[in-house]
C-alpha cells in the first residue's frame, strides 16, 4: 500500500499518484522515437494516452441532503447484502461492494462526514476482487468512520487480480468531508461498504455509480434525548 499526502486533484486533470507513470510512458516513447524504433514508439505513446486516462480526475458536484451517503468509487454495485458481518463492526450491519473495472474513474472518495475512527491495512492474495472471498483473502484498506452522531460505518479499498496498489491519505483521526478525496486503487477493484442495520439503502444490484455523486442510501438520523433534570 502507498501512504500519500495527496489530498486534491493537482493542476492537472489527472490524479497525482498517476503523474509519474504519464512522465515515464512520455520518456519511454520519446526515446524511441528519437532512436527511429517508430513501432515501439507509437505502441508506448497509445499506453501513454490510456495511461493519461486512466488516471483522469474529474471535478464532482456532491448532491445535497445532510443524511445522503454517496458513493466512495465510479463502478458497477455487485452485492447489495442486507444481513451481514464485518470483521471491522462488533454489530451486524448491511454490505453495499462496487466493484471498478480498468475504465472506471479510479479516484475514491469519502462517502460521508465524519471522524476516521480506525484505518487498518491487511496484507493478502489478489483474486478476481467481482469474488466475493475477495473481501477476506485480498489485500485491503479499511477505514472505521464515526458519524457526527455517534454512528459508525466501514469503508474497505480491496485490490484485485490487476490492481496491486492501494494509495491513501487519510488517517486515524482525521475529520472527512463527503465527497472529497481520499485515495485510490491503480488499475481495477473493488470497495466494500459496512453500514448500520437501519441504513436505508437506495441502490441495486447492476446499478452504476459515480464516485461523490451517486446516492447509495441515508443514514439515520439520530436525535439526543431530551435531558430531564
Not at 116 to 126: H, L, Q, R, S
Not at 151 to 168: E, Y
Amino acid at each position: 500500500m502507498n501512504k500519500t499526502k495527496w489530498p486534491a486533484r493537482s493542476v492537472l486533470p489527472v490524479a497525482v499518484p498517476g503523474i509519474k507513470f504519464i512522465i515515464l510512458a512520455i520518456l519511454v516513447s520519446g526515446m524511441f522515437f528519437y532512436f527511429g524504433w517508430m513501432v515501439l514508439a507509437w505502441v508506448a505513446a497509445g499506453l501513454g494516452i490510456f495511461v493519461t486516462w486512466f488516471f483522469r480526475d474529474p471535478d464532482r458536484l456532491v448532491p445535497p441532503g445532510d443524511e445522503n451517503l454517496v458513493s466512495p468509487a465510479d463502478g458497477k454495485v455487485i452485492i447489495v447484502d442486507r444481513s451481514a458481518n464485518s470483521e471491522y463492526l462488533d454489530e451486524p450491519c448491511q454490505k453495499v461492494s462496487i466493484f471498478m473495472n480498468v475504465f472506471n474513474v479510479h479516484v475514491n472518495r469519502m462517502p460521508f462526514d465524519g471522524v476516521v475512527e480506525k484505518v487498518e491495512y491487511t496484507p493478502g492474495t489478489f483474486v478476481n476482487a467481482a469474488f466475493d472471498k475477495a473481501s477476506i483473502h485480498n489485500e485491503r484498506n479499511a477505514f472505521v468512520i464515526r458519524t457526527a452522531d455517534s454512528q459508525r460505518f466501514v469503508m474497505v479499498q480491496i485490490a484485485g487480480l490487476v490492481a496491486r496498489r492501494i494509495v491513501n491519505a487519510a488517517t486515524a483521526g482525521q475529520r472527512v468531508v463527503r465527497g472529497e478525496r481520499y485515495g485510490m486503487i491503480q488499475f481495477g477493484s473493488r470497495l466494500d461498504l459496512y453500514l448500520p442495520m437501519d441504513f436505508q439503502v437506495q441502490v441495486k444490484k447492476g446499478d452504476k455509480t459515480q464516485g461523490g455523486v451517486t446516492i447509495i442510501g441515508q443514514m439515520p438520523i439520530i436525535t439526543p434525548e431530551p435531558h430531564n433534570p
